[in-house]
């Protein structure tokens, strides 16, 4: 059974800054692909980023075009945990945060669908104010 634990939401304004972790139990997190993933009231679930597992070469990173230069996904395999670094905060990113862990991708690709992921925290609250 793996279990991600989300924390580091909270209440910032535009143009702020927050950094969410999410800490993953047992022994093979390094194994794991990580995604972010939000949802927003009345809206789908989405991808915000995720990071690949890595390998020699290091890893692959993805973000959705509504984050990709704001936003900063990485890992911390040591750790078993993996973070989301927030910059430059919209209203548009208020929504509820949740990790997930992909056994299935490779080293150089990661997947931006939901249905690819085997695990998922609980999330975490977001939320921007004008």
């Known amino acids: 059974q793996v279990q991600l634990v989300e924390s580091g939401g909270g209440l910032v304004q535009a143009g702020g800054s927050l950094i969410l972790s999410c800490a993953a139990s047992?022994?093979?997190?390094?194994?794991?692909?990580m995604g972010w993933f939000r949802q927003a009231p009345g809206k789908e679930r989405e991808i915000v980023a995720a990071?690949?597992?890595?390998?020699?070469?290091?890893?692959?990173?993805y973000y959705a075009d509504s984050v990709k230069g704001r936003f900063t996904i990485s890992r911390d395999n040591a750790k078993n945990t993996v973070y989301l670094q927030m910059n430059s905060l919209k209203p548009e990113d208020t929504a509820v945060y949740v990790c997930a862990g992909d056994l299935r991708l490779s080293t150089t690709t990661v997947s931006n669908s939901a249905d690819s992921y085997d695990y998922w925290g609980q999330g975490t609250q977001v939320t921007v104010s004008s």
């Open positions: 990071i690949s597992r890595s390998g020699s070469s290091g890893s692959f990173e």
């Open positions: 047992g022994r093979s997190f390094s194994r794991y692909a």
